[in-house]
């Protein structure tokens, strides 16, 4: 399976920005997909994932009711919708893919993630 994430740049806060996370390979045992971001000296942490039959999603505290998380099953391409952006916001976002079931809470576990995508960075200038 390989992920390759675009749609970074350079904003200013309270701006939005669409990423996209294309996936190609043997994608059928796909469960459940995901976005993480690092910033600089921090370690990598949990955004959001979607159930990639369901469709259902899950976010991490700091970005729920700014961030969606969307898919399009028939390209194999997730999209995060970032709105309002923040400079904290500010990071390399990667997405990652799992073959493991999880629910909610339990897809915030970086090392059940088995692809992950190069990363695309997010810069939110104050």
Not at 47 to 55: K, L
């Amino acid at each position: 399976v390989q992920l390759v994430e675009s749609g970074g740049g350079l904003v200013q806060t309270g701006d939005s920005l669409r990423l996209s996370c294309a996936a190609s390979g043997r994608t059928a045992s796909t469960l459940v997909m995901a976005w993480f971001r690092q910033a600089p000296g921090k370690e990598r942490e949990f955004v959001g994932s979607i159930n990639w039959s369901s469709g259902r999603t899950y976010y991490a505290d700091s970005v729920k009711g700014r961030f969606t998380i969307s898919k399009n099953n028939a390209d194999n391409t997730m999209y995060l919708q970032m709105n309002s952006l923040k400079p904290e916001d500010t990071g390399v976002y990667f997405c990652a893919r799992r073959g493991y079931y999880c629910e909610d809470a339990g897809c915030a576990d970086i090392p059940m993630y088995d692809y992950w995508g190069q990363g695309t960075q997010v810069t939110v200038s104050s």
